[in-house]
Protein backbone atom coordinates (compact mmCIF):
# COMPACT_ATOMS: atom_id res chain seq x y z
CA UNK A 1 0.00 0.00 0.00
CA UNK A 2 1.80 3.23 -1.30
CA UNK A 3 1.36 6.12 1.43
CA UNK A 4 1.68 9.91 0.92
CA UNK A 5 5.06 11.00 1.92
CA UNK A 6 4.43 14.28 2.55
CA UNK A 7 2.00 13.46 5.57
CA UNK A 8 3.81 11.24 8.43
CA UNK A 9 1.42 8.77 9.52
CA UNK A 10 1.70 5.92 11.94
CA UNK A 11 1.09 2.55 10.20
CA UNK A 12 -0.69 -0.16 11.57
CA UNK A 13 1.75 -3.08 11.61
CA UNK A 14 1.22 -7.10 12.06
CA UNK A 15 1.93 -6.61 15.78
CA UNK A 16 -0.66 -4.10 16.54
CA UNK A 17 -3.30 -5.32 15.16
CA UNK A 18 -2.89 -8.67 16.91
CA UNK A 19 -2.30 -6.62 19.88
CA UNK A 20 -5.53 -4.84 19.67
CA UNK A 21 -7.85 -7.77 18.19
CA UNK A 22 -6.44 -11.26 20.68
CA UNK A 23 -5.19 -9.39 23.47
CA UNK A 24 -7.91 -7.66 25.92
CA UNK A 25 -8.41 -4.08 25.16
CA UNK A 26 -10.85 -1.10 25.65
CA UNK A 27 -11.93 1.90 24.01
CA UNK A 28 -14.09 5.24 23.95
CA UNK A 29 -15.91 6.31 21.41
CA UNK A 30 -16.24 10.12 20.60
CA UNK A 31 -15.81 12.36 17.41
CA UNK A 32 -13.83 15.07 17.39
CA UNK A 33 -16.75 17.98 16.64
CA UNK A 34 -17.95 16.75 20.70
CA UNK A 35 -14.56 18.01 22.30
CA UNK A 36 -15.33 21.69 24.05
CA UNK A 37 -13.95 24.40 21.94
CA UNK A 38 -13.95 28.00 21.36
CA UNK A 39 -15.29 28.12 17.44
CA UNK A 40 -18.88 26.78 18.16
CA UNK A 41 -17.83 22.94 17.12
CA UNK A 42 -15.24 20.33 18.28
CA UNK A 43 -12.05 20.58 16.74
CA UNK A 44 -8.38 18.92 17.02
CA UNK A 45 -6.80 21.29 19.60
CA UNK A 46 -5.58 21.63 23.27
CA UNK A 47 -9.14 19.68 24.36
CA UNK A 48 -8.55 16.86 21.68
CA UNK A 49 -4.76 16.61 23.12
CA UNK A 50 -6.60 16.40 26.78
CA UNK A 51 -8.69 14.08 25.93
CA UNK A 52 -5.83 11.92 24.92
CA UNK A 53 -4.10 12.56 28.67
CA UNK A 54 -7.67 10.93 29.89
CA UNK A 55 -7.78 8.02 27.80
CA UNK A 56 -4.01 7.13 29.13
CA UNK A 57 -5.30 7.94 32.39
CA UNK A 58 -8.20 5.22 32.48
CA UNK A 59 -6.08 2.48 30.50
CA UNK A 60 -8.00 2.92 27.67
CA UNK A 61 -5.79 2.19 24.60
CA UNK A 62 -8.45 2.48 21.38
CA UNK A 63 -10.29 6.17 20.51
CA UNK A 64 -12.67 5.44 18.57
CA UNK A 65 -14.17 8.22 16.09
CA UNK A 66 -16.61 8.66 13.42
CA UNK A 67 -16.07 9.46 9.65
CA UNK A 68 -13.96 12.52 9.48
CA UNK A 69 -15.29 14.11 6.17
CA UNK A 70 -16.57 17.28 5.89
CA UNK A 71 -20.43 16.99 6.37
CA UNK A 72 -23.25 18.03 3.78
CA UNK A 73 -26.95 18.42 4.32
CA UNK A 74 -28.33 16.68 7.60
CA UNK A 75 -24.38 17.47 9.09
CA UNK A 76 -24.16 13.78 9.40
CA UNK A 77 -20.46 12.48 9.41
CA UNK A 78 -22.19 9.51 7.60
CA UNK A 79 -22.90 11.83 4.42
CA UNK A 80 -19.91 13.51 3.31
CA UNK A 81 -19.59 15.50 0.33
CA UNK A 82 -16.26 13.71 -0.09
CA UNK A 83 -14.60 10.14 1.09
CA UNK A 84 -11.27 11.55 0.85
CA UNK A 85 -11.32 14.96 2.56
CA UNK A 86 -10.87 15.88 6.28
CA UNK A 87 -14.05 18.05 7.74
CA UNK A 88 -12.11 21.97 7.79
CA UNK A 89 -14.36 22.52 10.68
CA UNK A 90 -12.04 20.31 12.63
CA UNK A 91 -8.88 22.66 12.27
CA UNK A 92 -7.77 24.05 15.42
CA UNK A 93 -7.19 27.55 15.79
CA UNK A 94 -5.35 28.15 18.80
CA UNK A 95 -2.38 30.11 19.15
CA UNK A 96 -3.64 32.00 15.75
CA UNK A 97 -6.02 35.66 15.73
CA UNK A 98 -8.66 33.50 14.34
CA UNK A 99 -9.90 31.95 16.79
CA UNK A 100 -13.17 32.58 19.19
CA UNK A 101 -13.27 33.43 22.56
CA UNK A 102 -12.93 30.42 25.18
CA UNK A 103 -14.15 26.88 25.19
CA UNK A 104 -17.66 25.76 25.28
CA UNK A 105 -19.40 22.61 25.39
CA UNK A 106 -22.56 24.23 24.46
CA UNK A 107 -24.44 22.09 21.27
CA UNK A 108 -23.34 22.79 18.18
CA UNK A 109 -25.09 24.89 15.33
CA UNK A 110 -23.97 23.95 12.28
CA UNK A 111 -25.25 26.75 10.46
CA UNK A 112 -23.41 28.96 12.25
CA UNK A 113 -20.41 26.68 12.56
CA UNK A 114 -20.34 26.75 8.65
CA UNK A 115 -20.74 30.51 8.81
CA UNK A 116 -18.62 32.06 10.94
CA UNK A 117 -15.71 29.63 10.92
CA UNK A 118 -15.26 28.94 7.75
CA UNK A 119 -15.01 32.58 6.99
CA UNK A 120 -11.73 32.59 9.43
CA UNK A 121 -10.54 29.62 8.24
CA UNK A 122 -10.68 31.02 4.72
CA UNK A 123 -8.95 34.42 6.03
CA UNK A 124 -5.79 31.85 7.39
CA UNK A 125 -5.41 30.06 4.89
CA UNK A 126 -4.85 32.90 2.70
CA UNK A 127 -2.71 34.87 5.23
CA UNK A 128 -0.51 31.13 5.51
CA UNK A 129 -0.52 30.71 1.75
CA UNK A 130 1.31 33.91 1.23
CA UNK A 131 4.27 32.81 2.90
CA UNK A 132 6.91 30.72 0.72
CA UNK A 133 7.39 27.79 2.68
CA UNK A 134 3.91 27.03 2.60
CA UNK A 135 3.07 27.89 -0.80
CA UNK A 136 6.08 25.06 -1.53
CA UNK A 137 4.54 22.87 0.89
CA UNK A 138 1.29 23.20 -0.84
CA UNK A 139 2.36 22.63 -3.95
CA UNK A 140 4.38 19.08 -3.20
CA UNK A 141 1.08 18.10 -1.02
CA UNK A 142 -1.73 18.85 -4.35
CA UNK A 143 0.84 16.32 -6.40
CA UNK A 144 1.48 13.59 -3.73
CA UNK A 145 -2.54 14.12 -3.21
CA UNK A 146 -3.93 15.02 -6.80
CA UNK A 147 -6.32 11.73 -7.60
CA UNK A 148 -8.46 13.33 -4.84
CA UNK A 149 -7.67 16.57 -3.77
CA UNK A 150 -8.47 18.09 -7.42
CA UNK A 151 -11.71 16.65 -7.83
CA UNK A 152 -12.68 17.83 -4.21
CA UNK A 153 -11.39 21.50 -4.36
CA UNK A 154 -13.19 21.65 -7.65
CA UNK A 155 -15.79 20.37 -5.98
CA UNK A 156 -16.11 22.64 -3.28
CA UNK A 157 -15.73 25.80 -4.96
CA UNK A 158 -18.35 25.00 -7.70
CA UNK A 159 -20.35 24.19 -4.83
CA UNK A 160 -19.82 27.87 -3.02
CA UNK A 161 -19.74 29.54 -6.29
CA UNK A 162 -23.16 28.23 -6.91
CA UNK A 163 -24.95 28.44 -3.44
CA UNK A 164 -24.83 25.01 -2.28
CA UNK A 165 -26.96 23.84 -5.25
CA UNK A 166 -26.35 20.04 -6.33
CA UNK A 167 -23.56 19.32 -8.80
CA UNK A 168 -26.61 18.21 -11.37
CA UNK A 169 -28.07 21.76 -11.40
CA UNK A 170 -24.70 23.70 -12.18
CA UNK A 171 -24.38 24.31 -15.73
CA UNK A 172 -24.10 21.69 -17.35
CA UNK A 173 -20.49 22.32 -19.07
CA UNK A 174 -19.12 21.96 -15.37
CA UNK A 175 -21.86 19.08 -14.18
CA UNK A 176 -20.86 16.69 -16.86
CA UNK A 177 -16.65 17.81 -15.90
CA UNK A 178 -16.33 19.56 -19.30
CA UNK A 179 -12.10 19.83 -19.42
CA UNK A 180 -11.70 23.34 -20.77
CA UNK A 181 -15.02 24.24 -18.20
CA UNK A 182 -12.40 23.23 -15.30
CA UNK A 183 -9.44 24.75 -16.26
CA UNK A 184 -11.35 27.94 -16.29
CA UNK A 185 -12.67 27.56 -12.79
CA UNK A 186 -9.33 27.08 -11.80
CA UNK A 187 -8.11 29.80 -12.97
CA UNK A 188 -11.18 32.16 -12.43
CA UNK A 189 -11.77 31.13 -8.75
CA UNK A 190 -8.08 30.67 -7.95
CA UNK A 191 -8.04 31.83 -4.37
CA UNK A 192 -11.24 29.79 -3.24
CA UNK A 193 -9.60 26.51 -5.20
CA UNK A 194 -6.39 26.82 -3.27
CA UNK A 195 -8.05 27.57 0.10
CA UNK A 196 -9.58 24.48 -0.21
CA UNK A 197 -6.18 22.67 -1.01
CA UNK A 198 -4.44 24.36 1.89
CA UNK A 199 -7.30 24.03 4.58
CA UNK A 200 -7.11 19.74 3.46
CA UNK A 201 -3.07 20.00 4.12
CA UNK A 202 -3.61 21.50 7.21
CA UNK A 203 -5.73 19.15 8.47
CA UNK A 204 -3.80 16.43 7.01
CA UNK A 205 -1.14 18.22 9.53
CA UNK A 206 -3.28 18.80 12.92
CA UNK A 207 -4.80 15.51 12.70
CA UNK A 208 -1.21 13.50 11.81
CA UNK A 209 -0.26 15.26 14.74
CA UNK A 210 -2.65 14.11 17.34
CA UNK A 211 -2.36 10.74 16.16
CA UNK A 212 1.31 10.69 17.10
CA UNK A 213 0.68 11.99 20.27
CA UNK A 214 -2.29 9.24 20.42
CA UNK A 215 0.62 6.71 19.56
CA UNK A 216 3.29 8.14 22.08
CA UNK A 217 0.33 7.29 25.00
CA UNK A 218 -0.48 3.43 23.27
CA UNK A 219 -3.80 4.75 21.83
CA UNK A 220 -4.75 3.16 18.41
CA UNK A 221 -7.37 5.17 16.27
CA UNK A 222 -10.34 3.48 15.27
CA UNK A 223 -11.49 5.12 12.18
CA UNK A 224 -15.54 4.52 10.21
CA UNK A 225 -16.07 4.01 6.85
CA UNK A 226 -19.38 4.40 5.78
CA UNK A 227 -20.54 1.87 2.94
CA UNK A 228 -22.19 4.27 0.51
CA UNK A 229 -21.70 7.74 -0.33
CA UNK A 230 -23.61 10.90 -0.91
CA UNK A 231 -25.06 11.73 -4.36
CA UNK A 232 -24.00 14.99 -3.64
CA UNK A 233 -20.24 14.45 -3.58
CA UNK A 234 -16.89 14.78 -5.22
CA UNK A 235 -17.19 11.19 -5.41
CA UNK A 236 -20.06 11.00 -7.66
CA UNK A 237 -19.57 14.11 -9.49
CA UNK A 238 -16.37 12.74 -10.68
CA UNK A 239 -16.71 9.05 -11.38
CA UNK A 240 -20.74 9.25 -12.47
CA UNK A 241 -20.40 5.81 -14.22
CA UNK A 242 -19.66 3.55 -10.91
CA UNK A 243 -22.91 4.84 -9.30
CA UNK A 244 -26.22 3.37 -10.81
CA UNK A 245 -27.44 7.07 -12.14
CA UNK A 246 -30.02 8.30 -14.74
CA UNK A 247 -29.49 10.49 -17.73
CA UNK A 248 -29.33 13.52 -16.11
CA UNK A 249 -27.36 12.09 -13.32
CA UNK A 250 -29.86 11.28 -10.72
CA UNK A 251 -29.84 8.21 -8.71
CA UNK A 252 -32.23 5.73 -10.23
CA UNK A 253 -31.82 3.38 -6.97
CA UNK A 254 -31.59 4.59 -3.47
CA UNK A 255 -29.92 2.60 -0.74
CA UNK A 256 -31.33 2.50 3.05
CA UNK A 257 -32.32 -0.35 5.11
CA UNK A 258 -36.09 -2.52 5.58
CA UNK A 259 -38.00 -1.75 8.94
CA UNK A 260 -35.61 -2.71 12.11
CA UNK A 261 -35.11 -1.77 15.63
CA UNK A 262 -34.52 2.22 14.88
CA UNK A 263 -37.67 2.68 12.63
CA UNK A 264 -40.73 0.85 11.84
CA UNK A 265 -40.78 2.45 7.78
CA UNK A 266 -37.11 1.48 7.42
CA UNK A 267 -34.18 4.03 6.86
CA UNK A 268 -33.99 5.29 3.10
CA UNK A 269 -30.57 6.80 3.28
CA UNK A 270 -30.92 8.08 -0.19
CA UNK A 271 -27.23 7.37 -1.15
CA UNK A 272 -26.88 5.96 -5.08
CA UNK A 273 -26.31 2.54 -5.50
CA UNK A 274 -22.90 0.97 -6.74
CA UNK A 275 -22.23 -0.11 -9.78
CA UNK A 276 -20.75 -3.19 -8.88
CA UNK A 277 -19.60 -4.75 -12.04
CA UNK A 278 -18.06 -1.37 -13.27
CA UNK A 279 -16.17 -1.21 -10.31
CA UNK A 280 -15.19 -4.96 -10.36
CA UNK A 281 -13.74 -4.23 -14.08
CA UNK A 282 -11.33 -1.32 -12.79
CA UNK A 283 -10.31 -3.67 -10.08
CA UNK A 284 -11.93 -1.52 -7.12
CA UNK A 285 -9.38 1.03 -7.90
CA UNK A 286 -11.87 3.61 -6.04
CA UNK A 287 -12.51 1.84 -3.04
CA UNK A 288 -8.91 0.66 -2.99
CA UNK A 289 -7.83 3.98 -2.67
CA UNK A 290 -10.35 4.75 -0.15
CA UNK A 291 -8.87 2.40 1.97
CA UNK A 292 -6.17 3.22 1.49
CA UNK A 293 -6.77 7.07 2.43
CA UNK A 294 -9.07 6.53 5.44
CA UNK A 295 -5.52 4.03 6.79
CA UNK A 296 -3.33 6.81 6.65
CA UNK A 297 -5.91 8.39 9.44
CA UNK A 298 -6.24 5.69 11.56
CA UNK A 299 -4.96 2.49 12.24
CA UNK A 300 -8.25 0.39 12.05
CA UNK A 301 -11.81 0.73 10.57
CA UNK A 302 -14.90 -0.16 11.63
CA UNK A 303 -17.11 -0.95 8.09
CA UNK A 304 -20.66 0.46 8.56
CA UNK A 305 -23.17 -1.59 6.84
CA UNK A 306 -20.97 -4.66 6.66
CA UNK A 307 -24.28 -6.54 5.14
CA UNK A 308 -24.25 -4.18 1.97
CA UNK A 309 -21.49 -5.88 0.77
CA UNK A 310 -23.62 -9.22 0.95
CA UNK A 311 -26.48 -7.34 -0.45
CA UNK A 312 -27.83 -3.99 0.08
CA UNK A 313 -31.67 -2.93 0.58
CA UNK A 314 -32.26 -0.82 -2.57
CA UNK A 315 -35.55 1.42 -2.94
CA UNK A 316 -36.86 3.24 -6.16
CA UNK A 317 -35.67 7.31 -5.71
CA UNK A 318 -39.27 8.19 -5.53
CA UNK A 319 -40.00 6.50 -2.73
CA UNK A 320 -40.77 8.07 0.71
CA UNK A 321 -40.25 5.20 2.77
CA UNK A 322 -37.78 2.39 2.83
CA UNK A 323 -40.60 -0.01 3.37
CA UNK A 324 -40.79 -0.97 -0.50
CA UNK A 325 -37.51 -2.12 -1.29
CA UNK A 326 -36.00 -5.49 -2.71
CA UNK A 327 -32.25 -6.76 -1.49
CA UNK A 328 -29.76 -6.26 -4.74
CA UNK A 329 -26.40 -8.63 -4.33
CA UNK A 330 -23.06 -7.03 -3.30
CA UNK A 331 -19.53 -7.80 -4.54
CA UNK A 332 -19.07 -10.16 -1.35
CA UNK A 333 -16.19 -11.63 -0.24
CA UNK A 334 -14.10 -11.09 -3.79
CA UNK A 335 -14.12 -7.84 -2.97
CA UNK A 336 -12.12 -7.83 0.31
CA UNK A 337 -9.62 -10.14 -1.16
CA UNK A 338 -9.28 -7.62 -4.21
CA UNK A 339 -8.50 -4.94 -2.01
CA UNK A 340 -6.21 -6.92 0.80
CA UNK A 341 -4.26 -8.36 -2.70
CA UNK A 342 -3.81 -5.01 -3.88
CA UNK A 343 -2.66 -3.38 -0.24
CA UNK A 344 -0.45 -6.68 0.46
CA UNK A 345 -2.12 -7.36 4.33
CA UNK A 346 -4.76 -8.39 5.97
CA UNK A 347 -7.00 -5.30 6.16
CA UNK A 348 -7.75 -3.88 10.30
CA UNK A 349 -11.59 -4.24 9.65
CA UNK A 350 -13.98 -4.12 12.30
CA UNK A 351 -17.51 -5.25 10.76
CA UNK A 352 -20.73 -3.68 11.75
CA UNK A 353 -22.88 -6.69 11.28
CA UNK A 354 -26.14 -5.09 13.13
CA UNK A 355 -29.76 -5.18 11.49
CA UNK A 356 -30.83 -7.56 9.46
CA UNK A 357 -28.49 -10.23 8.99
CA UNK A 358 -28.29 -13.73 6.77
CA UNK A 359 -26.01 -16.50 6.95
CA UNK A 360 -24.71 -15.78 3.91
CA UNK A 361 -23.21 -12.22 5.79
CA UNK A 362 -22.08 -14.17 8.92
CA UNK A 363 -20.49 -16.67 6.70
CA UNK A 364 -18.57 -13.99 4.71
CA UNK A 365 -17.19 -11.86 7.93
CA UNK A 366 -16.13 -15.15 9.41
CA UNK A 367 -14.51 -16.22 6.15
CA UNK A 368 -12.63 -12.67 5.87
CA UNK A 369 -11.61 -13.00 9.63
CA UNK A 370 -13.37 -9.33 10.68
CA UNK A 371 -14.58 -9.18 14.33
CA UNK A 372 -18.25 -8.49 14.20
CA UNK A 373 -20.19 -6.11 16.88
CA UNK A 374 -22.14 -7.22 20.10
CA UNK A 375 -24.65 -4.25 21.42
CA UNK A 376 -25.54 -4.69 25.14
CA UNK A 377 -28.48 -2.50 24.90
CA UNK A 378 -29.63 -4.87 22.30
CA UNK A 379 -29.87 -7.80 24.82
CA UNK A 380 -33.07 -6.58 26.82
CA UNK A 381 -34.82 -4.13 24.78
CA UNK A 382 -38.75 -5.57 23.28
CA UNK A 383 -38.76 -3.97 19.86
CA UNK A 384 -39.64 -7.06 17.51
CA UNK A 385 -36.92 -6.14 15.47
CA UNK A 386 -34.63 -6.65 19.03
CA UNK A 387 -33.50 -10.57 19.93
CA UNK A 388 -34.48 -9.82 23.41
CA UNK A 389 -37.95 -12.18 22.79
CA UNK A 390 -35.53 -14.80 21.42
CA UNK A 391 -34.64 -17.18 24.12
CA UNK A 392 -31.51 -16.36 26.54
CA UNK A 393 -29.14 -19.55 25.04
CA UNK A 394 -29.64 -17.79 21.52
CA UNK A 395 -29.36 -14.24 21.74
CA UNK A 396 -26.14 -12.88 20.43
CA UNK A 397 -26.17 -9.71 22.59
CA UNK A 398 -26.18 -11.03 25.81
CA UNK A 399 -22.66 -11.13 27.35
CA UNK A 400 -22.73 -14.45 28.05
CA UNK A 401 -23.14 -15.28 24.48
CA UNK A 402 -20.12 -13.26 23.28
CA UNK A 403 -17.18 -14.72 21.47
CA UNK A 404 -13.58 -12.99 21.96
CA UNK A 405 -13.98 -12.61 17.85
CA UNK A 406 -16.08 -9.39 18.58
CA UNK A 407 -15.88 -5.88 19.56
CA UNK A 408 -19.03 -5.17 22.39
CA UNK A 409 -20.55 -1.48 23.08
CA UNK A 410 -22.63 -0.71 25.61
CA UNK A 411 -24.70 1.12 22.32
CA UNK A 412 -23.23 2.96 19.17
CA UNK A 413 -23.15 6.72 17.88
CA UNK A 414 -27.02 5.32 16.35
CA UNK A 415 -28.46 4.40 20.63
CA UNK A 416 -29.56 6.47 22.75
CA UNK A 417 -27.20 6.74 25.70
CA UNK A 418 -27.36 3.91 28.64
CA UNK A 419 -28.89 5.90 30.81
CA UNK A 420 -31.47 7.33 28.51
CA UNK A 421 -32.07 3.52 27.25
CA UNK A 422 -32.59 2.13 30.79
CA UNK A 423 -35.10 4.98 31.69
CA UNK A 424 -37.16 4.65 28.60
CA UNK A 425 -37.92 0.82 29.32
CA UNK A 426 -41.18 -0.31 30.97
CA UNK A 427 -40.90 -1.71 34.32
CA UNK A 428 -40.82 -5.08 34.08
CA UNK A 429 -37.85 -4.74 31.05
CA UNK A 430 -35.95 -2.56 34.13
CA UNK A 431 -36.47 -6.02 36.47
CA UNK A 432 -34.86 -8.15 33.75
CA UNK A 433 -32.20 -6.29 33.11
CA UNK A 434 -31.37 -5.49 36.70
CA UNK A 435 -31.80 -9.42 37.22
CA UNK A 436 -29.33 -10.46 34.85
CA UNK A 437 -26.53 -7.88 35.52
CA UNK A 438 -27.41 -8.29 39.38
CA UNK A 439 -27.55 -4.61 40.06
CA UNK A 440 -29.87 -2.22 41.78
CA UNK A 441 -30.15 0.05 38.65
CA UNK A 442 -29.18 3.04 40.58
CA UNK A 443 -25.84 3.50 38.41
CA UNK A 444 -27.00 1.73 35.65
CA UNK A 445 -24.31 3.66 32.65
CA UNK A 446 -21.84 2.02 34.81
CA UNK A 447 -23.59 -1.00 35.04
CA UNK A 448 -23.41 -1.78 31.28
CA UNK A 449 -19.98 -0.59 31.39
CA UNK A 450 -18.67 -2.92 33.82
CA UNK A 451 -20.65 -6.01 31.71
CA UNK A 452 -19.15 -4.59 28.10
CA UNK A 453 -15.48 -4.77 30.30
CA UNK A 454 -15.95 -8.25 31.92
CA UNK A 455 -17.18 -10.02 28.34
CA UNK A 456 -14.91 -12.39 26.54
CA UNK A 457 -14.91 -10.17 23.60
CA UNK A 458 -11.06 -9.15 22.56
CA UNK A 459 -12.59 -4.93 22.48
CA UNK A 460 -14.92 -3.23 24.73
CA UNK A 461 -15.91 0.32 23.59
CA UNK A 462 -17.89 2.72 25.48
CA UNK A 463 -19.64 6.40 24.44
CA UNK A 464 -18.36 9.06 26.59
CA UNK A 465 -21.62 9.77 27.63
CA UNK A 466 -22.36 6.60 29.22
CA UNK A 467 -18.94 7.36 31.36
CA UNK A 468 -20.16 10.99 31.61
CA UNK A 469 -23.57 9.32 32.86
CA UNK A 470 -25.97 11.20 30.52
CA UNK A 471 -29.40 10.63 29.76
CA UNK A 472 -30.93 11.10 26.15
CA UNK A 473 -30.48 14.44 25.72
CA UNK A 474 -26.83 13.81 25.40
CA UNK A 475 -27.39 11.11 22.25
CA UNK A 476 -25.56 11.88 18.98
CA UNK A 477 -27.83 10.58 16.97
CA UNK A 478 -31.68 9.80 16.52
CA UNK A 479 -31.93 7.24 13.12
CA UNK A 480 -34.61 8.35 11.27
CA UNK A 481 -34.66 11.42 11.88
CA UNK A 482 -33.69 14.54 9.61
CA UNK A 483 -32.21 16.97 12.00
CA UNK A 484 -31.32 17.99 15.89
CA UNK A 485 -28.20 15.24 15.52
CA UNK A 486 -24.31 15.28 16.08
CA UNK A 487 -24.87 18.12 17.77
CA UNK A 488 -23.99 16.84 21.57
CA UNK A 489 -20.60 18.57 23.00
CA UNK A 490 -19.33 17.56 26.55
CA UNK A 491 -19.02 20.98 28.50
CA UNK A 492 -14.59 21.55 29.77
CA UNK A 493 -13.86 19.60 32.64
CA UNK A 494 -16.15 17.20 32.37
CA UNK A 495 -13.87 14.21 31.70
CA UNK A 496 -12.15 14.39 34.78
CA UNK A 497 -9.27 12.17 36.62
CA UNK A 498 -12.98 10.85 38.81
CA UNK A 499 -13.64 8.78 36.08
CA UNK A 500 -10.55 7.89 34.43
CA UNK A 501 -9.45 6.03 38.13
CA UNK A 502 -12.93 4.50 37.88
CA UNK A 503 -12.34 3.17 34.55
CA UNK A 504 -8.57 2.30 35.01
CA UNK A 505 -10.40 0.09 37.97
CA UNK A 506 -12.34 -2.18 35.95
CA UNK A 507 -9.77 -2.13 32.54
CA UNK A 508 -7.48 -3.59 35.57
CA UNK A 509 -9.94 -5.87 36.82
CA UNK A 510 -10.57 -6.95 33.72
CA UNK A 511 -7.93 -7.86 31.89
CA UNK A 512 -7.88 -4.72 29.73
CA UNK A 513 -5.34 -2.12 31.34
CA UNK A 514 -2.32 -0.99 28.05
CA UNK A 515 0.56 -1.84 29.35
CA UNK A 516 2.03 1.31 31.19
CA UNK A 517 3.80 4.41 29.08
CA UNK A 518 4.67 7.92 29.81
CA UNK A 519 2.35 10.56 27.50
CA UNK A 520 4.07 13.22 25.55
CA UNK A 521 5.29 16.44 26.65
Known amino acids: MRLPVVIPTVAWTRYTLLTVWTHRASGVLLHPTSFPSPDGIGDLGAEARQFLDFLHASGVSVWQILPLQPVGPGDSPYSGISAFAGNPLLISLEGTRFTDGQPSGSPIVFSRARAQKLRRLQEFARLRRADLREREALALYREREQQWLDDFALFATSRALFEGRPW ?4 SELARRDPAAL ?29 REASTRGIRVLGDVPIFVTHDSADVWAHP ?3 DLDHAGLPRLVAGVPPDYFSATGQLWGNPIYRWDRMAAEHYDWWSRRVERTLTHCDAIRLDHFRGFAACWAVEAHERTAERGRWLAGPGG ?26 DVVEMRRALGYPGMRILQFAFGSDAGNPFLL ?4 NPYLPHNHVPDCVVYTGTHDNDTTRG ?29 RAALMSVASLAVVPLQD ?7 SRMNLPGTPDGNWTWRYDPGAVNRGIAER ?16 PAE
Open 334 to 359: AFFQAIERRAGQRLPIVAEDLGTISP
Open 467 to 473: LLSLGSE
Open 503 to 518: LRTLNHLYGRSMPPRA
Open 183 to 211: NELRVTQRDAYEDHCFLQLTFDRQWQALR
Open 241 to 243: HLF
Open 421 to 449: WYESLSAGEQHIVRSYLGVSGVDIAWDLV
Open 168 to 171: TEWP
Open 391 to 394: AAAA
